[in-house]
């Protein structure tokens, strides 16, 4: 009567968010054992999108997905497992395992490896892949000497587990335990915490009890109103641009209609409580994830959701702890307690076990506790409350108009004010490298707006994420603050600025993106929700007449099936076959 559980683990040796992993696999396959349960574990494949970045690796990244979602089910299926327990951390790896769950619809509970620490530098500066990036483009750029290009470097990912900002891989960590389908504490424990042991342990073991019970399943808990949950969470922290794409893939694996649509009203109500690295926050300062921990972690933002907008969150929805999300939020929110610090789930000198970490990682632990120490901590400041929200709106947008007919995706958390509304000439590139050194030659000036097209997930293929050409503007002071960028293709969940993704139809499905032409006048209207460039419908329709379809860039090989199959980001990427 012991039941075979799945133990569905992602170790690769050559992301650092995984690194730790094969050590994970093998505590909480005892810990299964020791519930009850009869455990057997399994790799997924897993591609490191930082490393994969710049080069063509980066358009087997998100098509990755689909391929995790597939072995993950056929694994089930074939030798018919009564339950799962998931261990992703990273980039595709958490939604592709999330896809499949939904998919397979047998009791499933996720814990992922957990957050990378934030590094420090030999100046005391908090920094983290995303400055390693920025470093880079500055030193090309002669703003930057070798020197501190290198201090930056060797501290930016000082230990393993998912990059330290709220990019896409701890967004998806953090956005599971809205969703109901992981316990609280699994988006900000950090992996080398002793408390993510504890987490582990009682992942097994609840595991364990679903499988004797048979549920509850993921269908069960992956409702509509448990997709609101989680997108009104990635409203109120600013999470990354990729999420949308994600949520809206693994909504249509659970078969429940959820679109863009419904994404931008959430937006419309949710109020931006949290903002942490890339978007800033009070006087530019950067949080972390270890910094939202310290905080009180996910139940304390959605606890303030819950105080300062009653009735928006769905606190009735069912999770995998066999409780209601408004049950776990109040439980585990710790100014319901009167408390507004909390230290535990953050790492100190004797880091755990269970995960590695480089001679650079601070000697005392987690960088927030030093600041915790010397009263440099604002927990008020790091999660507002609804009455002090940075704005009334959600930390994403999504814009539409006759450029963007079906919708396109803006990370407002990360755009400058002055950037909001923006109108100007459109600069063309049909290519991610094609706009690296178009920007690195000059061709970029003041007020223009950069068109990156055919990197959809059909004309890309694959979507590949787009850090560099926002790094080298960003890195320019003449264009940082004063040239947009748009993309049928999609970007670095580490991306800041005025940067809309997304846009779709793509422009190998025949979108307006296509037919824009050098110096089109295009206008942004992020509070207004608007994308569209001064074409009349007689002149769209005029050049669209002579518009062809792109030849696809792959005739062999998987991106030249997965070409075949998929479809524009507003439908969440996903593949289609009939």
Known sequence: N???????????????????????????????????GVPFIFNTIGIDDGIAMGHLGMKFSLPSRELIADSVESMIEAHRFDAMICIPNCDKIVPGMMMAAARLNIPAIFVSGGPMEAGKTSDGRSVDLINAFYAVSQHAAGRMD?????????????????????????????????????????????????????????????????????GPKPREVMTRAAFDNAMILDMAMGGSTNTVLHILAIAHEAGVDFTMKDIDALSGRTPNICRVAPSSGKDG?????????????????????????????????????????GENVREHDIRVRNQTIRRDGLSTAKRSELSVYTENAEAGGAAVLADLDKNQFDPLDCIRTVEQAYSPEGGLSVLYGNLAEEGAVVKTAG????????????????????????????????????????????GGPGMQEMLAPTSYIKANPDLAKTVALITDGRFSGGTAGACIGHVSPEAAAGGTIGLLRNGDVIDIDIPGRKLSVRLSDAELAERRKGWTRPEPRYKTGYLAKYTAMATSASSGAILKWS
């Open 285 to 325: 300062r950067l949080y972390h994830v270890e910094d939202v921990q310290a905080a009180g972690g996910i139940m304390t933002i959605l606890g303030e959701i819950v105080r300062g907008k009653p009735g928006l969150l769905h606190e009735d929805s069912l999770t995998i702890t066999g409780k209601t999300l």
């Open 2 to 36: 012991k039941p075979f559980i799945a133990v569905v683990n992602s170790y690769v040796d050559i992301i650092p968010g995984h690194a730790h992993l094969d050590k994970v696999g093998y505590y909480i396959k005892q810990r299964v054992r020791a519930a009850g």
């Open 415 to 458: 755009v400058d004010p002055e950037m909001l509304r923006h109108s100007g000439p459109a600069v063309i590139f049909e290519s991610q490298e094609e706009a690296c050194a178009g920007i690195l030659a000059g061709q970029v000036r003041s007020g223009d707006v950069v068109v990156i097209r055919c990197e959809g997930p059909k």
């Open 146 to 214: 070798e020197k501190t290009l290198t201090d930056i470097e060797n501290h930016a990912c000082p230990t393993c587990g998912s990059c330290s900002g709220m990019f896409t891989a701890n967004s998806m960590n953090c956005l599971a335990e809205a969703l109901g389908i992981a316990l609280p504490g699994n988006g900000t424990i950090l992996a080398t915490s002793e408390d993510r042991r504890l987490l582990y342990a009682a992942a097994a073991k609840r595991i364990v009890e679903m499988a004797l019970a048979d």
